[in-house]
């Protein structure tokens, strides 16, 4: 499974702002995509994932409410539409794929398999 992350930018504290992340190859190898973020100094954490039929989602706290994750399997595309951005919310962001035996559930990135190359996000306030 090959990623591809992106839509990234600048944007003020307040707007919205979505990721996509197109997939390709064996895509039937994964159970469920996530979204992971890094910010400078700071280890990759758990944003959200999503359910191969996309009907179970999971979020990290901080952005319940303000983050939703979808996917559109005929497009091999998952998105992360992010809204009331924060300045804290600055970081790179990964999208990942677990293997067959994963899950929507999964929070940590030593569950997922496959990765994106990262998609940056600035936010200012």
């Known amino acids: 499974v090959q990623l591809q992350a992106c839509g990234g930018g600048l944007v003020q504290a307040g707007d919205s702002l979505r990721l996509f992340c197109r997939a390709s190859g064996r895509t039937d190898r994964s159970a469920a995509m996530g979204w992971f973020r890094q910010a400078p100094g700071k280890e990759r954490e758990f944003v959200a994932a999503i359910s191969w039929s996309g009907s179970s989602t999971s979020y990290t706290e901080s952005v319940k409410g303000r983050f939703t994750i979808s996917r559109d399997n005929a497009k091999n595309t998952v998105y992360l539409q992010m809204n009331v951005l924060k300045p804290e919310d600055t970081a790179v962001y990964y999208c990942?794929?677990?293997?067959?035996?994963?899950?929507?559930?999964?929070?940590?990135?030593?569950?997922?398999?496959?990765w994106g190359q990262g998609t940056q996000l600035t936010v200012s306030s």
């Open positions: 990942a794929a677990t293997p067959l035996s994963g899950s929507y559930k999964n929070t940590e990135p030593y569950e997922y398999d496959y």
